[in-house]
């Protein structure tokens, strides 16, 4: 990763942490597993924790599994190469044991790719599934263990009518069986009410986060999401190429405002609640292309594939519990989160 | 209504009709005629794709890059197209230098089933900034439920459209309304249909596709493709026309293309033959018509049993030297009939 590329994550945890000094202060000293630990969430917690551990002296320690452990040092080689962080190579569902230091957990494995959900259903729900089963069971030996953070999604909410401006996490809408994400929201499902389950029956110390959607460094653009390809045809001169008329309304959050939130909840959310994770301000697809070329120095066109009647959906959390009862906010809006997005890929490739 | 995407498969499925033989002239020749029609998108290539230039389903008189080059010069107006079934085809190989050659759109093609295989191809094609379908060939072997699951598949690695091709041309307009209807209520993405003349319903059958909802449709001057031949474009667009649909095409210019692919293209104009019309009742795919043919004749056999034989094992296209088992079969079953 080039020198730019490390100075705006850099930028970016310091601006997170700035004006919240000892927010975080209950990590201190601690141990901190983290499944999915090399994914987007684990990458982006292991910024900010690394950042703390340098800047405020934290010391943190964190340990990170994956099954794709042995890639992470191609993709984020400063965090690879680093003392306090541990990567341990497992698929999640053959986690039998977890050591004994360990005194949270953030339990983040899963793939969101909807391709991957199509392509591999099966494998899709039994990661999610039977991982988490593996988690809950080897967290209940741990002697210490005083928080653990499940990564739901916000698509355990199913379709959000269209009428309703903002997800709440009382909504309780279901999922339509046709959708090939549906395997994906079901396991998540599942996985929360397991988690429930173990908090219930066993006193697990669990809080869940559902996270909706999100832009910025690390994530990869060749992911089948609208803003993803959007940058991605800026980045290569364009044309922008949009699905519909563009009035399709969707959040985005920055991910140094995410690895934050994530950690708050871990730290300060109450025992078996669970709170959206995103940007409660919608923006229309064709907004979005807009603010992106006009970021971009390429000023790439914009196209509508508009062959079919627009179907129009809606997936923008309501963020109010997690700003009232823990004063979570948005660090980055739109505009810089889309601004930086670009300028770190223009980094990466340059 | 909706404006329908014609994409005009000429120079790619009327390949298959000449055994791969189309010469530079001639696709210079059509391609220029076909920009001046403005057809927004003109694919290009051997009849079965990108890569397929072999002994098995029969070698190019031209190169993928010779063929591609040729009609990029003529095109200044229109998308250039390739059709591409990753097995043949490979991306560094195949897709990746017809893009750099200046192909615009990528149909990426599967059997009806196995939408799995396309999941990379798709991919490189949007990393690379082109427009990409999926394409779900022999369709009518799939019941629609399989169909929108492998459709959905496409739509989620990242196709902009996917076409349904009655590759043995077996539908019957109601086959056509049932699987069009059902991908259209299920997909967010435009959904189209490529038609064969096997049993006499390309034009009908291609109506019935746009008027549950397909947006996209192919077709081909004179109806020039495997077998049967396709859905005819000129008539095809001339009813559009008449029923008021918007294609954006010049339909003289479009007249004057198609009569200089009769002239020039088209040694003899597609026909419904016998064997054409056992093709279609056995639900085997046209393109294998040739081969069935000279291998029928080798083994002393009837063509129809072939086709029927074929039909009841369910081959697909790539599946050609199967046909050499099933004659092989035939004849020592009549030598032997016990």
Known sequence: MTTRCRELIQEDCRLVTTGQPGSLEALRHRTLLITGGTGFVGTWIAELITFLNDTQNLGVRLLLLSSHANDFAAKAPELAARTDIQLIKRDVRGLFEITPEVEYIIHAAGNPDHRMHATDPISTMNVIAQGTGAVLQAALTLPNLRGLLYISSGLVYGQQPWELAQLPESYTGAIAHSSSSACYAEAKRFAEMLCDAYRRQSRLPIVIARPFAFIGPYQLLDRPWAINNFIRDCLMGGPIRILGDGSTVRSY??????????????????????????????????????????????????????????????????TSLASRTLGLHLTVDIDTAIQRTLLWNQARNA | ????????????????????????????????????????????????????????????????????????????????????????????????????????????????????????????????????????????????????????????????????????????????????????????????????????????????????????????????????????????????????????????????????????????????????????????????????????????????????ELGRRKVVAGQEDIIIEVADTLAKQRKDPA
């Not at chain 2, 196709?159 to 590759?167: K, R, T």
């Not at chain 2, 081909?220 to 031949?229: C, I, L, N, P, T």
């Not at chain 2, 080798?298 to 129809?304: I, L, S």
Request: with cysteine; glycine share 8%.
């Open chain 1, 253 to 318: 959050m920055y991910p140094s405002d995410m690895a934050y939130w994530l950690l708050r909840i871990l730290l300060d959310g109450a025992i078996g609640t669970c709170y959206n994770v995103g940007s409660p301000h919608g923006i229309s697809l064709a907004k979005v292309a807009e603010r992106i070329a006009l970021y971009s120095q390429k000023r790439p066109e914009i196209l509508f594939n508009q062959a079919r009647e627009s179907q129009s959906s809606r997936f923008v959390p309501d």
């Open chain 2, 1 to 308: 209504m909706p404006p329908i995407l014609i994409s005009d498969s000429t120079l790619r499925d009327g390949n298959h009709a000449v055994a791969h033989q189309l010469t530079a002239p001639q696709i210079a020749q059509y391609a220029r005629c076909a920009d001046a029609a403005r057809v927004p998108i003109v694919e290009v290539g051997h009849g079965n794709g990108l890569g397929a230039s072999s002994l098995q389903v029969g070698e190019s008189a031209l190169t993928d890059h010779e063929q591609l080059r040729i009609a990029r010069e003529q095109l200044s107006h229109v998308k250039l197209g390739v059709h591409i079934i990753p097995g043949f085809a490979t991306i560094n190989k195949d897709l990746a230098p017809a893009l750099a050659l200046g192909v615009d759109v990528v149909r990426v093609a599967s059997h009806c089933t196995e939408a799995d295989i396309t999941q990379r191809h798709i991919d490189y094609t949007r990393s690379q900034g082109k427009e990409v379908y999926g394409v779900l060939m022999m369709s009518h072997m799939a019941p629609r439920e399989i169909l929108v699951e492998q459709a959905l598949k496409m739509e989620s690695y990242g196709a902009e459209g996917v076409v349904i091709m009655d590759s043995a041309g077996a539908y019957l307009p109601v086959d056509v309304a049932e699987r069009i209807s059902a991908l259209v209520a299920a997909l967010r993405i435009p959904i189209g249909f490529h038609a064969h003349n096997n049993l006499g319903m390309s034009i009908a059958n291609s109506l019935t596709a746009v008027e549950h909802g397909a947006t996209i449709i192919d077709g081909s001057a004179r109806g020039f493709g495997a077998g049967a031949g396709n859905a005819q474009l000129e008539v095809l667009v001339a009813v559009l026309m008449r029923m008021g649909y918007a294609t954006g095409i010049d339909h003289y210019k479009l007249l004057e293309a198609a009569d200089l692919a009769e002239r020039e293209l088209i040694p003899s104009l597609p026909t419904i033959s016998s064997l054409s019309i056992v093709s279609g009742l056995a639900g085997v795919f046209s393109g294998f018509t040739k081969h069935v043919v000279r291998i029928a004749q080798t083994y002393q056999v009837d063509p129809r049993d072939v086709f029927f």
